[in-house]
């Protein structure tokens, strides 16, 4: 008879299927440590820059936080998704290659996913960071936009009462030479304006228009250029008055 041999114990071959099943199980668990040190750090990183972004606004921190509430949703679906994958693989313990590959590009979504999710928040810290620089650089230049307005509403108040009490002391019965002035200047606007000046006041006008626009801008512009409109408002309604009591002489 025929001697019959020893059943062999595949634990020792290193070459068996649990071996080789066993070593990529191994590998699989790593890699989604490595994926959730990878995603906690991100999300510290990401929670420590919100934090400093909070002191700035209140408005802007709302966003913020329901951004940092859907980052902790995915972090925590993916935490499920990678245990369900580690527990579906250490109790298979089958060496198939459809399997193997399916979770190979299962690993491979998930890591898009994450690194996708990752540049989302970066971007969206990037946005919200220039947004309050943007606002902050706004109510500076509203605020000294507003200064510079009334600090000129209060120089034409008082270049007007000056010159109401000049011109009300003017009217006493001790200058006769007062109405003559009035009537030359009164035919003067009355009379026509010849065409050069007619041409001149025209630009007068626009430059009035163009002043008038870069001072009542509604998007937040340099300071420099609101004085700077300023100016070309002063020179355009000089010309233009100075055009209207041109005349020819005969």
């Known amino acids: 008879m025929a001697s019959r041999r020893p059943p062999q114990d595949d634990r020792k071959n290193p070459t068996s299927p649990l071996i080789t099943s066993c070593r990529l199980c191994e590998r699989l668990r790593l890699r989604t440590k490595h994926i959730l040190q990878s995603v906690i750090i991100g999300h510290r990183t990401s929670v420590s820059l919100c934090e400093r972004l909070r002191l700035r606004t209140k408005q802007i921190l709302h966003s913020v936080i329901i951004g940092h509430r859907t980052s902790v949703s995915l972090c925590e679906r993916l935490r499920l998704r990678t245990k369900h994958i580690l527990h579906s693989v250490i109790i298979g313990h089958r060496t198939s290659v459809s399997l193997c590959e399916r979770l190979r590009l299962r690993t491979k979504h998930i890591l898009q996913s994450v690194i996708i999710g990752h540049r989302t928040s970066v971007s969206l810290c990037e946005r919200l960071r220039l947004r309050t620089k943007q606002i902050l650089h706004s109510v500076i230049i509203g605020h000294r936009t507003s200064v510079s307005l009334c600090e000129r509403l209060r120089l034409r108040t008082k270049h007007i009462l000056h010159s109401v009490i000049i011109g009300h002391r003017s009217s006493d019965i ?13 035919n003067r606007i009355e009379s026509p304006t010849p065409p050069f000046f007619k041409k001149l006041q025209k630009g007068g006008l626009i430059l009035i228009a163009v002043g008038t626009a870069l001072m009542s801008a509604p998007v937040a512009i340099p300071l420099a250029i609101v004085n700077l409109g300023g100016y070309i408002l002063t020179a355009g309604t000089i010309i233009t008055a100075v055009s209207q009591v041109a005349k020819e002489d005969k």
């Open 174 to 186: 001790r200058h006769p030479n007062i109405q003559p002035m009035y009537k030359e200047i009164k």
